[in-house]
């Protein structure tokens, strides 16, 4: 009892900290490993180094700029913070899925014009979520369990991700080898299913947000 009262556990008894709580994780899982991979993504859609740094540059300018903006538009339309959040989850699925129909450079600056925003949506408010659900006195508990939280599903999931990676990358390279005209058509399989992946870890941390 005394671990209960000193972690504040009992925040785990209320059902909407509960969806919050690993919403939240399963949100920032996919975020943090797809941020990892976005390089590599790009370079299986066949853009060069310059390409890639310059598309990444687009991603972090936009970022910054709608994190400026974010707390502005949210007061603006009267939207807690929680749908905000939920909001932003909804805009870095659309952009996240896009990739997979997107092959031109120039459409490719939008679409990562687009990941900017949400990501910058995302970091505003993700921030504002618990704090505006829990009392002040419970706050840095229920911030440090959210913590832990997401250091388990980067432990778990991470690994699990790189094998995948591992696997598509050793998979695309022998059918480089073996059947080079298909190659193109399994390297786009390849980012499909990983845009897929990606999306599912923020699919299940809105149905999670949403009780």
């Not at 299986?44 to 390409?51: L, T, Y």
């Not at 829990?134 to 706050?139: A, G, H, M």
């Not at 939280?149 to 022998?174: E, Y």
Request: aromatic share 12%.
């Amino acid at each position: 009892m005394k671990v209960v009262k000193f972690f504040d556990l009992d925040l785990l008894k209320d059902g909407v900290y509960r969806n919050i709580w690993l919403g939240m994780s399963l949100a920032f899982t996919g975020e943090i490993n797809f941020s990892l991979m976005t390089p590599l993504i790009l370079g299986d859609r066949n853009f060069n180094i310059e390409e890639t740094a310059t598309l990444m540059s687009v991603i972090a300018t936009a970022d910054i700029i709608f994190r400026f903006l974010a707390p502005f538009i949210g007061d603006r339309m009267k939207i807690t913070p929680r749908y905000m959040y939920m909001l932003s989850l909804v805009l870095l699925v659309i952009a996240r899925f896009s990739l997979t129909f997107v092959y031109n450079y120039k459409k490719m600056l939008v679409v990562c014009v687009a990941l900017g925003l949400a990501k910058g949506f995302r970091t505003v408010y993700m921030t504002l979520v618990i704090p505006n659900h829990v009392p002040l006195e419970k706050l840095p508990s229920a911030s440090g369990l959210q913590t832990v939280l997401n250091g388990i599903f980067l432990m778990g999931f991470g690994p699990i991700v790189g094998w995948k990676h591992s696997g598509a990358a050793s998979k695309a390279a022998k059918s480089n080898t073996t059947y080079g005209e298909q190659s193109e058509d399994r390297a786009t399989l390849s980012i499909e299913s990983r845009a897929k992946r990606y999306d599912m870890f923020d699919f299940f941390a809105l149905i999670a947000l949403n009780f």
